[in-house]
């Protein structure tokens, strides 16, 4: 069974900088495709990040695209989300998902992944 546990989530001042970690249990064709979500009360669940573990090939959310940057170990076994110069629009929660890497389909569409963790909190404060 896949098992996704995020850390490093917390409170930090605007234009600060906070590393989210995602320990993946395994690196087969259910965990090709990594990527970070986030979620307000007023807002759909929006992708932010993925990358493609194999060739480590990366997508962005327009609203993060230079600011926060995906990444993973050598082992393939944690997922990386820097997240700097954070606004307060970034206060969300979370979530590290996982699934297998589909040409047809958007990276950063929810829908394409199988397994989620359980989320950390990010709260930026002006």
């Known amino acids: 069974r896949v098992q996704l546990v995020e850390s490093g989530g917390g409170s930090v001042q605007a234009g600060g900088s906070l590393r989210l970690s995602c320990a993946v249990s395994?690196?087969?064709?259910?965990?090709?495709?990594m990527g970070w979500f986030r979620q307000t009360p007023d807002k759909e669940r929006e992708g932010v990040a993925v990358?493609?573990?194999?060739?480590?090939?990366?997508f962005y959310a327009d609203s993060v695209k230079g600011r926060f940057t995906i990444s993973q170990d050598d082992a393939k076994t944690t997922v990386f989300l820097q997240m700097n110069n954070v606004q307060p629009d970034d206060t969300a929660k979370y979530y590290c998902?996982?699934?297998?890497?589909?040409?047809?389909?958007?990276?950063?569409?929810?829908?394409?992944?199988?397994?989620w963790g359980q989320g950390t909190q990010v709260t930026v404060a002006s």
């Open positions: 998902a996982a699934g297998p890497y589909d040409l047809n389909t958007e990276p950063l569409d929810s829908r394409q992944y199988n397994y």
């Open positions: 395994e690196y087969t064709r259910n965990t090709f495709n």
């Open positions: 990358i493609v573990r194999h060739y480590s090939r990366t």
